[in-house]
């Protein structure tokens, strides 16, 4: 903070024969019109307060910032009253007794005249301050110089200069006092009378370093170890309804954990919305509530984070772990270790020391340094009901994807479809264009180091936690077989039900994501958090065995032309070598280089795997291969134990009725 004080210097020319110049030139405005001002400023703002008091209704029109405006406004007026306007600043700054109209007599005719004064600044601030001088008024034919402090040599002064800096300290200063010596020089063309100059001394308190917290990512906290980079187009939100309603308004970003607090397990959240309702939600006040017909998709953020790594490698034993902050035993899930990073932070890792810190592989995609990533709330969805790949190319051609609950998993695509759709998000010519800048924001598919970072960082402090695992999205259509995710957001009673067709929208709410057993199926426990990463849809992701794709004899049944793949910033590749192995033992091949934070060799609960439900929570456990290439994660709503965030398995690519996606946004 910074106080500027203000000396008016007062110089009186004399005549020939001694006598004085005149009368004294005025110094500003009155004392009296001062605290005559400063009352009618007091009696204002308390009539204003009282009347804010009595009638409810303006209380609450009045918003916040007016209030602290209202309050600052009587505080000043109580103290220009007293004439001690110091106190409303810090530091507070003044000059000697009788030197605020600082009195000098000078000779007519040319020559010199000198004056002191002393500035005294208080401050509290631990890296001290600064003290600078300015000419802001000045006569014509007189000069003026000033030393003191750390200026050992007169200097002069001029109006429009820089200020001259006097004084530098490195620690809090209590009455600490400068004395300066003025120096005026006066021409042969000054005549007789009282001339005027004002100086301004500025007092600045010294920055004070923020010291960043990596356990901390909330909104509003300068020391906040985490940073969110959001599209323009987005809004963020906060929850604001209940178990039994669901709603969500516009968060309040600058108010400490309004808006996120991932110590309190509340993560960021954030909609796309209609091209004719997103200029009013972005002119609208904090707390609008956000009509759901107007959203097209809920993102929640993943933000930049280092991770202790406790077993580098599949070969390394799961039991007898010695490293500080590790686990001894990783056959069951325990909480990884995390800490917040801003993007120009980096740990690198020499893939080998147990309980050394790595940051995590997602937040690099092609050579940029991401703060983080946006991952979709809920698995691709439509409103429409998707039962063959006729109907869900209908829905792309419609414009009818989103990223909702309560809706239909988007099905029946192969990857290529998937990608394209992922993609047409930030395409302005696309019916699913979200409104998102292309020149800023890519949006793809997750890859396994997405959805390895998501699942990390919710097996954590900062979410729900090994100890309280998320519940299957049991809800899907085994009667016909053809909807095998009816209902995005959904949470069974348990963390494996069984697989219920008792879940239709308006029929059987009691699974539905604002309610308590909803909540279950969160990543956080709350509606903050990421829904459907166990059962629901099970979800292709972007990552694949040595570049192959499956051919049925007329072509890659994944949808890509042969052996043209997406650029690698979108993929993650399991080379052959070093996989040389079979959909089981390829895991066990697994170093952090090659797998590192894509929850497979770290989240088995084996050393060698040899059967299908050896992740964590017996979680599928099935690595890719030649014959299926490309990954699948979490489990459909039928797999039950099988089904989870751990769950690994893999498929060749093709379309089926049980396989969707989930969206994830580079901010570039």
């Known amino acids: 903070m910074e106080q500027t004080f203000e000396q008016t210097i007062t110089v009186v020319v004399p005549t020939i024969n001694g006598s004085g110049g005149g009368t004294l030139a005025s110094t500003g405005a009155s004392v009296t019109l001062v605290t005559g001002l400063a009352l009618l400023l007091v009696i204002t703002a308390i009539a204003i307060l009282v009347l804010l008091k009595r009638r409810p209704a303006y209380r609450h029109a009045l918003a916040i910032h007016g209030r602290r405006t209202l309050m600052l406004l009587l505080a000043f007026g109580i103290v220009a009253g007293t004439g001690n306007v110091s106190v409303l600043a810090a530091p507070t700054l003044s000059v000697g007794a009788n030197q605020t109209n600082l009195h000098v007599t000078v000779p007519q005719g040319g020559g010199t005249a000198t004056a002191t004064t002393k500035v005294t600044v208080d401050t509290t601030n631990s890296t001290g301050y600064s003290l600078a001088a300015e000419l802001k008024q000045a006569e014509p034919g007189i000069g003026i110089s000033l030393s003191g402090g750390n200026v050992s040599a007169a200097t002069a002064l001029t109006v429009g200069a820089a200020p001259l800096g006097v004084k530098q300290t490195a620690a809090a200063a209590a009455g600490d006092a400068t004395d300066i010596a003025l120096t005026f020089t006066i021409d042969g063309t000054v005549t007789a009378g009282t001339k005027q100059l004002k100086l301004a001394y500025k007092a600045t308190d010294n920055d004070v370093p923020v010291v960043i917290n990596q356990a901390t990512c909330r909104s509003g906290d300068p020391t906040s170890g985490c940073q969110v980079d ?13 178990v039994a309603g669901a709603q969500w308004s516009k968060a309040d970003t600058t108010t400490v954990g309004n808006w996120y607090d991932y110590s309190a397990k509340q993560w960021a959240n954030a909609v796309t919305v209609s091209s004719a309702s997103l200029a009013t939600y972005q002119a609208a006040p904090a707390g609008t509530v956000i009509n759901e017909a107007d959203v097209l998709a809920y993102y929640v953020y993943i933000p930049r984070y280092e991770y202790q790594v406790c077993r580098p490698n599949a070969s390394d034993l799961v039991t007898g772990i010695v490293a500080a902050g590790c686990p001894s035993d990783v056959t069951t899930p ?135 695992p998320v519940y299957i999205n049991n809800c899907g259509d085994t009667n016909t077989w053809t909807n095998l995710n009816k209902r995005t957001g959904w ?3 348990t963390e494996s039900a069984d697989a219920t067709t008792d879940c239709a929208l308006g029929t059987n709410d009691s699974g539905a994501y604002q309610t308590a057993v909803g909540q279950q199926a969160s990543t956080t426990g709350n509606p903050t958090g990421l829904y459907d990463m166990s059962g629901g849809n099970a979800e292709y992701t972007l990552s694949n065995f040595n570049h192959v794709q499956a051919d049925w004899g007329s072509g890659p049944v994944d949808g890509f032309p042969a052996g043209n793949f997406p650029s690698s910033k979108y993929l993650d590749v399991y080379l052959n070598p070093p996989f040389a192995g079979d959909y089981y033992t390829s895991n066990d091949l697994c170093t952090w280089a090659t ?74």
């Open 230 to 242: 959001m599209d323009a187009a987005m809004i963020p939100v906060a929850y604001t309804g209940s």
């Open 334 to 468: 325990y909480d990884f270790n995390i800490q917040f990073q801003k993007p120009t932070q980096t740990t690198a890792y020499n893939g080998t020391t147990v309980g050394g810190w790595a940051t995590h592989p997602a937040f690099t995609f092609g050579s940029t340094a991401l703060a983080g990533i946006w991952v979709g709330k809920y698995e691709t969805s439509s409103s429409d009901t998707i039962s063959s790949d006729v109907t869900a190319a209908a829905a792309v051609a419609g414009g009818t994807v989103r990223i909702k609950p309560n809706q239909n998993g988007l099905i029946y695509q192969n990857i290529a479809t998937q990608f394209a759709t992922a993609q047409s998000f930030t395409n302005p010519t696309a019916p699913n264009f979200q409104g998102l800048s292309s020149a800023t924001t890519d949006t793809r598919m997750a890859r396994d180091a997405d959805w390895g970072a998501a699942t990390y960082l919710a097996t954590s402090s900062y979410g729900k936690g090994a100890a309280n």
């Open 595 to 668: 797998c590192g934070g894509r929850a497979l060799h770290e989240t088995k609960s084996v050393q060698s795997v040899a059967g299908y439900g050896q992740s964590w929570g017996s979680d599928y456990s099935i690595f890719v291969d030649a014959g299926y290439p490309w990954s699948v994660r979490g489990g459909f709503s039928d797999n039950g134990s099988y089904g989870g965030l751990f769950s690994a398995d893999s498929r060749n690519g093709n379309a089926y009725d049980y396989l969707g996606f989930r969206a994830v946004q580079s901010r570039m």
């Open 491 to 493: 949470s069974g009673t």
